[in-house]
């Protein structure tokens, strides 16, 4: 079965270059029924030779608060993420610090009444709290699924939300921003509109490659490349690179009765890294693991591997701001 550990181990890898110091700057942390991805797990993915020195934790809807206001449900998020970061510095765990920054959920459709939101994010983990994601991710096609937070189309041009948006200046905080392909002009008219605000561009504005996407993924990339580099011109947008290994993506390696190399992955998605570090320069890229999302079609140990490859003729000062210093500018880490 995709992405269980006995489907995972047919592959396995030797970390390349274990020295290299990386902070992953995009994972999640969840305990649902049936699936489970907290600090023991993590941990165990960290542990297959890559020198992970930190973490980010970045909202995915979990252990929201079951009562108050619906508002400010999502702070339960970020007090149970804090603890699990509180329990990684203890120094029991391992050298890694899981969630040195966390970056949580607010709806910016409440506009100046976000502000509350805000402040109680920050107030249950004013170390840690570095950012807000409200994912805008939608396609008119039913067999695109929408972001987990269902949003609106065109949600980021919404009058609402561009009001709650443009407090997270006040505040210092980032915004990463989920979305699909078809939608990066949205995201680069919202980093035109506020310049004060860093924007993480999540994994490469998630390319579609299912549904009418289908074997279109020339055509799809076309008119990307053109896309991201219209984002890029906008000094106040970052990148993640990685999140590209989901079933949207379509390239289907979690049908397999094999789980990709880290060579299988590297040939199939480099060009998207390449022209996003051309554009964007590796001193606002940095390389993301998305997991537990993407450990549906490959191994920790893996994907790293693939990025240290994709990486493997830039100079050190390059690799050490994709592997670790872009992210610890961005999130504001030690």
């Known amino acids: 079965m995709a992405g269980n550990a006995e489907w995972l181990a047919k592959v396995r890898e030797e970390a390349l270059e274990s020295a290299l110091p990386i902070i992953d700057p995009h994972h999640h942390l969840w305990d649902h ?4 991805y907290e600090l023991d797990e993590l941990m165990a993915d960290a542990a297959q030779g890559h020198n992970i020195r930190a973490t980010v934790f970045v909202e995915c809807k979990s252990m929201y ?17 804090n603890g699990i970061a509180a329990k990684s510095a203890s120094g029991g765990f391992g050298e890694t610090r899981v969630a040195a920054a966390i ?31 409200h994912a805008s991710a939608f ?25 709650g948006y443009a407090r997270l200046a006040k505040y210092g905080l980032s915004f990463d921003a989920w979305l699909y392909h078809t939608q990066i002009p949205e995201l680069t008219a919202l980093a035109r509109a506020h310049p004060e605000t860093t924007i ?10 299912i549904g009418p996407y289908e074997g279109k993924r020339a055509e799809i990339f076309a008119q990307w490349k053109k896309d991201v580099a219209e984002l890029a011109a906008c000094p106040n947008v970052v990148a ?8 949207v993506n379509g390239f289907g390696w979690h049908k397999r009765d094999l789980p990709p190399t880290s060579d299988e992955l590297v040939a199939a ?27 549906l079609s490959c191994s920790y140990g893996v994907v790293w591997n693939a990025f240290k490859k994709i990486a493997k003729g830039f100079s050190e000062a390059e690799k050490a701001s994709l592997f670790h210093d872009t992210a610890a500018r961005v999130y504001r880490l030690a």
Do not use: Q
């Open 33 to 36: 029924p049936g699936s489970r």
């Open 65 to 81: 608060r079951a009562g108050g206001s619906d508002a400010l449900k999502p702070v339960g998020e970020t007090e149970y993420v």
């Open 103 to 133: 970056v949580g959920f607010a709806d910016l459709r409440l506009g100046a009444k976000v502000d509350e939101v805000l402040e109680a994010h920050i107030a249950v983990a004013p170390a840690r709290f570095r950012g807000i994601r």
């Open 139 to 163: 396609d008119d096609s039913p067999d695109v699924r929408a972001s987990h937070t269902l949003p609106p189309k065109g949600l980021l041009g919404l009058p609402a939300f561009r009001e």
């Open 200 to 209: 993480v561009f999540d994994h490469f504005g998630g390319p579609i490659g």
């Open 240 to 247: 993640k690179l990685g999140g590209i290994n989901m079933a």
């Open 269 to 295: 998605t480099r060009d998207w890294y390449l022209h996003s570090i051309d554009v964007f320069g590796p001193e606002r890229c940095m390389f993301e693991s998305n997991f537990p999302v993407d450990k």
